[in-house]
Nanobody, 123 residues
Framework: QVQLVESGGGLVQAGGSLRLSCAAS????????MGWFRQAPGKEREFVAA????????VYTDSVKGRFTTSRDKAKNTVYLQMNSLKPEDTAVYYC????????????????WGQGTQVTVSS
């Protein structure tokens, strides 16, 4: 059974940092790009970041560039999202997902999804 489990969310003050983890089990996804998405209340799920199969290339949505960094540890089958200089508008449920192709941004281009982890940034 394939499972993605996010962790690391929580409540943080504006300007603070959090590190999200996404651990995969059931199969390896080392040959797939991995993405991060978020969904705030009343809004659609939006692309945040992605990392390619090698881990050497990343892409970010404009609003998080320079603040968020994604990485992957293939040996641990885990992907990370380091979030710095957090802002109240970053508040959302964050999801990791397995991509079908590199540099695809619509959620429909991602297959397996985690259950999400809540990130709340207070002002």
């Amino acid at each position: 059974q394939v499972q993605l489990v996010e962790s690391g969310g929580g409540l943080v003050q504006a300007g603070g940092s959090l590190r999200l983890s996404c651990a995969a089990s059931g199969r390896t996804f080392s040959n797939h790009p991995m993405g991060w998405f978020r969904q705030a209340p009343g809004k659609e799920r939006e692309f945040v970041a992605a990392i390619d199969m090698s881990g050497g290339n990343t892409v970010y949505t404009d609003s998080v560039k320079g603040r968020f960094t994604t990485s992957r540890d293939k040996a641990k089958n885990t992907v990370y999202l380091q979030m710095n200089s957090l802002k109240p508008e970053d508040t959302a449920v964050y999801y990791c997902a397995v991509g079908s192709m590199w540099q695809r941004f619509p959620p429909t281009d991602y297959t397996y999804w985690g259950q999400g982890t809540q990130v709340t940034v207070s002002s």
